[in-house]
């Protein structure tokens, strides 16, 4: 069965101050896709980022970066720099191949504070 | 690229009203299109997926229920809300030619009294 873990609920830092989400993840396919996606207070789900099993190379986006990892399970994102309108709720999600589904993570929501 | 449409954006319906959300998808044909709901403060739930016209599959057993009348409508219902459907109502739908991405409307918010 497919399972995401985000162990940190809430995380507070300053504004400037670099954050990393963590998100761990279970399934028994070789082929699957992890995500980010941002909930602003507005509600909408924001996609960041889409990553298949087969490509473990990080990546890096302005201030945004994701780090995964197979061998531990995990797929980590960190804002560098913080800002104010990085507070939001991010969640993890996994798909395994083309399945009809993802498995979301609970969320950890950020506020940045200024 | 696509735009979903979520009406309305808030609702307030008294327990054992009936219900009625809509989603509609634009820039994209046969979408994949699902129904979230997220609990306050709370993960997201699968509810509903159609992979075509007239085609529902439910994850979960409840009070709810979805139809596709038409490629890029799909409508989440109820004959009697329940306390419990209180919650944030998500639509998305993937792109053709990014299948294994869903993309996500703006929500709409039920508040059952």
């Known amino acids: 069965a497919q399972k995401v873990t985000q162990a940190q609920t809430e995380i507070s830092v300053v504004e400037k101050e670099d954050v990393t989400l963590d998100c761990v993840y279970e399934t028994r396919d070789t082929t699957y896709y992890l995500f980010w996606y941002k909930q602003p207070p507005s509600g909408e789900l924001v996609f960041l980022i889409r990553?298949?099993?087969?490509?473990?190379q990080n990546e890096i986006s302005g201030r945004y970066s994701w780090n995964f990892q197979k061998s531990t399970s995990s797929f980590n994102f960190t804002i560098t720099a913080s800002q104010v309108v990085d507070s939001a709720v991010y969640f993890c999600?996994?798909?395994?191949?083309?399945?009809?589904?993802?498995?979301f993570g609970p969320g950890t929501r950020l506020s940045v504070l200024p | 690229s696509q735009t979903i449409h979520q009406w309305p954006a808030t609702l307030v319906q008294p327990v054992g009203s009936p219900l009625s959300l809509e989603c509609t998808v634009e820039?994209?044909?046969?979408?994949?299109l699902y129904w979230y709901r997220q609990a306050a403060g709370r993960g997201l739930q699968l509810l509903f997926y159609?992979?075509?016209?007239?085609?529902i599959s439910s994850e979960v057993p409840q009070n709810l229920s979805a139809s596709r009348p038409q490629d890029r409508q799909f409508i989440l219902s109820s004959k009697k809300l329940l306390l419990s459907d209180s919650g944030f109502y998500l639509c998305a739908c993937n792109r053709e030619e990014r299948p294994e991405t869903q993309y996500f409307g703006p929500g709409t918010r039920l508040l059952v009294l």
């Open positions: 820039g994209t044909s046969n979408p994949n």
């Open positions: 990553r298949n099993s087969f490509d473990e």
């Open positions: 159609s992979v075509g016209i007239g085609q």
């Open positions: 999600a996994l798909m395994q191949n083309y399945g009809q589904n993802f498995v």
